[in-house]
C-alpha cells in the first residue's frame, strides 16, 4: 500500500476493504481483530503493566511447546512467592 492511501485511511478520508485491514494488520504482527479490540481497560495501566499485557497478547503467536515452557516457568515462579509468603506467616506466627 503507497503512503498516500495509508495517510487517507488514517485520516479517516476513506475507509479501507477488509483485505487491506488484513494486509495492515499482517505487516503489523497482529490479528486483525486485535485491530478492533478496545484499549480501554489499558488506560488506567502503568507503561509497565502495559508492557507486559503486550507480550501476553503476543504469546498467541507461539506454537503449543513454547506456551507450554512458560505456563511452566510461570507456576514455578508463582508457586515459589506462594511458598515463601507461607512460610513468612508461620514464622510470623510462631513468633
Do not use: C, H, W
Not at 504469546?59 to 508463582?78: C, G, P, R, V
Amino acid at each position: 500500500m503507497d503512503k498516500a492511501q495509508y495517510s487517507r485511511i488514517e485520516n479517516g478520508k476513506t475507509d479501507p476493504s477488509v483485505a487491506t485491514l488484513e494486509r495492515i494488520a499482517n505487516a503489523m504482527g497482529v490479528s486483525l481483530s486485535d485491530l478492533f479490540a478496545s484499549t480501554e481497560e489499558l488506560k488506567e495501566i502503568n507503561s509497565f503493566d502495559k508492557s507486559i499485557m503486550e507480550k501476553v497478547s503476543l504469546m498467541e503467536s507461539l506454537n503449543e511447546e513454547e506456551k507450554q515452557t512458560i505456563y511452566i516457568m510461570l507456576d514455578a515462579f508463582i508457586g515459589k512467592r506462594k511458598l515463601k509468603d507461607a512460610l513468612q506467616n508461620v514464622l510470623y506466627d510462631v513468633k
